[in-house]
């Protein structure tokens, strides 16, 4: 047969009209670039600024007062919390509510006066390296601008000599500043999120193009009955898949592993079924396995890029961390990288427990909801 330009143009038309009646589709098609420009180009900072941090003031008077307010005024620091009591500075800080602590030790003015340069400590969250890298250059620098107006009449003379007092800074939960410490753990809650929402996605769409969905809704099980039978074996996959990804990141990356391991595999299996349940939930939406797999894309990306995961929390708008909020990767994150670096106990965890249990129940009650008895 010869080639036929007018075939291949009736074709080609075909094709547009079933594109335009694919409304789905087309709208990934155009909302997944859209998407990435928007994150990458308004979301996405690798300076963060405005880091919570706590001041611990064993010292008032106005020389902790004038560090206080180049804490401030810098860009780099929110003061979110001054108190006189060390422990509980450092408390907020293992429970994530704040990022640095500064502590500015007992007899510290008497020790400037007297040209003994005492030390300003400063302690970072350091679970993720990459997040105050920059805070902590910029509180180094603090050292020769932040006494400077009260360095007058007999102290004058300090003014113009070495910084008053020296900066020390101390890493905590990954003082070596290991990016693996941080990366290899953030990796099991996106390989999860891929998997599982991947595999649960094709499950009723699989049944529709295969033919089987008739005989799927003429059984005698109510639609809470198919969820769980569906969603059921891949919580056994998700709990393969965590072990050898805890096993590697224990012996091959040596990710120090301090917490409950107990408390973690409770956090793992309720984060498994919160992505299961989206997965499913995709299922019940999509009309064919390629839709789903495309909304599997529109949901992973988000996870990936808000969720603290690739790029520091902290340092996005407040707009995006509302929406990372709401992202189960991002409350998993804080989980493991919390059991494992910070030995962190339930109550610890369950500011980032409970939201995944919420989210687990509304994406199970949505998919019930959108399950249909019909064809159509």
């Given at each position: ?67 206080v307010a180049a ?188 917490g409950s391991l ?29 839709q789903a797999m ?83």
């Open positions: 047969m010869n080639f036929s330009l007018r075939r291949a143009w009736a074709i080609l038309v075909k094709e547009f009209l079933q594109m335009r009646r694919d409304r789905l589709t087309l709208g990934m098609v155009v909302g997944v670039p859209l998407m990435q420009l928007f994150l990458f180009g308004f979301a996405i900072n690798l300076n963060p600024k405005d880091l919570p941090a706590a001041v611990a003031i064993s010292d008032p008077g106005p020389f902790a007062r004038s560090i804490l401030s005024n810098s860009s780099y620091f929110k003061i979110v919390e001054q108190t006189n009591d060390p422990v509980h500075a450092r408390r907020l800080l293992q429970e994530g509510k704040v990022v640095f602590v500064v502590e500015i030790p007992p007899n510290f003015s008497r020790d400037i006066v007297r040209g003994q340069r005492p030390d300003l400590l400063i302690e970072a969250d350091a679970t993720d390296p990459a997040a105050g890298s920059y805070a902590l250059a910029a509180f180094n620098q603090l050292a020769a601008t932040a006494l400077r107006d009260d360095l007058v009449g007999p102290l004058a003379g300090r003014a113009q000599g070495p910084p008053p007092f020296n900066s020390v800074s101390h890493l905590l939960y990954n003082p070596e500043s290991n990016t693996q410490y941080n990366i290899v753990p953030g990796l099991l809650a996106i390989i999860l999120t891929m998997t599982m929402v991947l595999m649960t996605c094709l499950a009723l769409t699989r049944e529709r193009e295969r033919g089987t969905y008739e005989n799927l809704i003429a059984m005698p099980a109510t639609p809470l009955e198919i969820m769980i039978g569906k969603i059921a074996p891949n919580i056994a996959v998700g709990a393969v898949q965590s072990v050898i990804i805890l096993l590697m990141a224990r012996f091959a990356f040596h990710v120090p592993m301090i107990g408390l973690l595999a409770g956090a793992l299996a309720i984060y498994v079924i919160a992505n299961l349940a989206v997965g499913y939930t995709f299922s019940t939406i999509a009309q064919s396995q390629l495309q909304m599997t894309t529109f949901f992973l990306l988000p996870a990936i890029l808000l969720s603290g995961f690739a790029f520091p929390f902290m340092g996005m708008p407040v707009w995006a961390q509302w929406i990372g909020e709401v992202l189960p990767a991002t409350h998993f994150l804080r989980i493991i990288r919390g059991v494992l670096l910070k030995d962190n106990g339930f109550a610890e965890s369950w500011p980032d427990i409970w939201p995944l249990l919420l989210f687990t129940v509304t994406m199970g009650s949505i998919a019930l909801l959108r399950f249909r008895r019909t064809l159509d």
